[in-house]
């Protein structure tokens, strides 16, 4: 009998102790970048469950609570545009994904489908505070393929999905790949994305109208574009590129965001006009081809001008494949930016850009508990990243 009583209490002990020892934990700076007010000094985050609990300053750290301390704790970063995940550390054939060169236009390919959760790379940027990266196929194609948004943690790419499919990655300019043997000109290539998006209106208009309709992929995620659900992601670099791009987007109506800007300082007034966000080059990308005029003063210019913004690591055609926002963010800072404004446009702004703020980018009550620990200035060079936190979960 003692021993039916025992077994029948038994499931009961460990509903109670799973209950007990859900994640809680306190993470307390002596500067605490919240991204939802003022830094706060000597600040506290509470955690629990994955969310923020509370955030402030002078609150009594309830019993059972794991405790942290920081010199300065921010949100987690984020990584406006990234090919990691596909494009691997060894830059061999096998971890190359990023790319597909049997096609210059190819918009049914998706991120989600090459993403290896368990790419070195994915574990470096994570260990260095960027907890959520938006990242896909990489530019070199007019249309390369769908990105996606994850975070930095788990084990297959099901863990910490954010979004399957986000943006459509186009490439204009002289950044082609060599493997294309068209379009040889930039006329070339811009009717040729014009000759597509018109198959897809008409596709749409099929679509919409016709329930029995022979389902293409590629069409799907253009017309996708077409009706808004999808934004196109224009990578592009020199002024009359960048004019290209808007005149097309006006064309068809299509959401858009553009990348790279070189030369984004030429045409300022045309891009605040049209009302586009622009994820930045990285501010020490190599200033040659298409790029060759690029300046380490152009996130703080559009910052200026009020065009939103966020740091990219893009792409690296040599290893280690992929940069550091936050180390990007640091060289804006010194050439105009500003500190405080390089650390929003890091977290915040970022999560507004990319349309997640609902559940990232700052340090509020009921976000998710993505959070960065550093033993200084997290903007200097010689600063450290002491901790990491994602959904609640201590992952460095």
Do not use: C, W
């Not at 003692?2 to 307390?28: C, D, G, M, Y």
């Not at 574990?123 to 960027?130: A, E, S």
Request: aromatic residues 6%.
């Amino acid at each position: 009998m003692r021993l039916l009583k025992k077994l029948i209490l038994l499931p009961a002990f460990l509903l109670a102790f799973s209950f007990t020892t859900e994640a809680q934990i306190a993470v307390k700076g002596e500067t605490v970048y919240t991204m939802a007010g003022q830094p706060i000094s000597n600040g506290v985050v509470l955690i629990k469950d994955g969310k923020i609990e509370r955030v402030g300053s002078g609150i009594n750290i309830p019993s059972g609570y794991e405790v942290y301390e920081a010199k300065v704790v921010t949100p987690g970063l984020i990584d406006a545009h990234s090919v990691v995940g596909l494009a691997g550390h060894l830059n061999v054939d096998a971890d190359q994904d990023q790319l597909e060169t049997s096609n210059p236009i190819q918009p049914e390919l998706r991120a989600i489908d090459a993403y290896n959760a368990q790419e070195a790379l994915v574990g470096f940027l994570r260990d260095q505070g960027v907890t959520t990266v938006h990242t896909g196929h990489g530019p070199g194609a007019l249309i390369s393929g769908q990105t996606m948004i994850i975070k930095t943690t788990g084990e297959t790419v099901d863990d910490n999905l954010i979004e399957a499919s986000k943006m459509l990655a186009f490439t204009l300019g002289d950044n082609l790949s060599r493997a294309f043997s068209k379009p040889g000109t930039r006329a070339k290539g811009i009717a040729m994305l014009r000759q597509e998006l018109i198959k897809a209106q008409a596709y749409l208009e099929k679509r919409n109208s016709e329930d029995d309709y022979s389902k293409d992929l590629g069409m799907e995620a253009l017309a996708d574009l077409l009706e808004g659900k999808k934004t196109a992601l224009v990578t592009v670099h020199k002024a009359n590129d960048i004019m290209s791009a808007i005149r097309l987007q006006e064309e068809f109506d299509f959401p858009m965001i553009l990348d790279g800007m070189a030369e984004a300082y030429m045409v300022i007034d045309e891009i605040k006009a049209g009302g586009y966000s622009v994820t930045i080059h990285p501010s020490m990308i190599r200033p040659g081809g298409d790029a060759k005029n690029a300046s380490m003063e152009t996130a703080a210019k559009l910052y200026e001008a009020g065009i939103p913004i966020a740091f990219q690591s893009g792409f690296e055609g040599y290893v280690p494949k992929t940069r550091v926002v936050h180390y990007e963010a640091g060289v804006a800072a010194a050439n105009g930016l500003g500190k405080e404004n390089a650390l929003k446009v890091l977290t915040i702004d970022a999560a507004k850009l990319l349309g997640i703020d609902n559940r990232v980018g700052s340090l509020e009550r009921g976000k998710d508990a993505d959070l960065v620990m550093y033993n200084g200035d997290p903007l200097e060079y010689i600063t450290n990243v002491t901790g990491v936190i994602i959904n609640g979960e201590k992952v460095k």
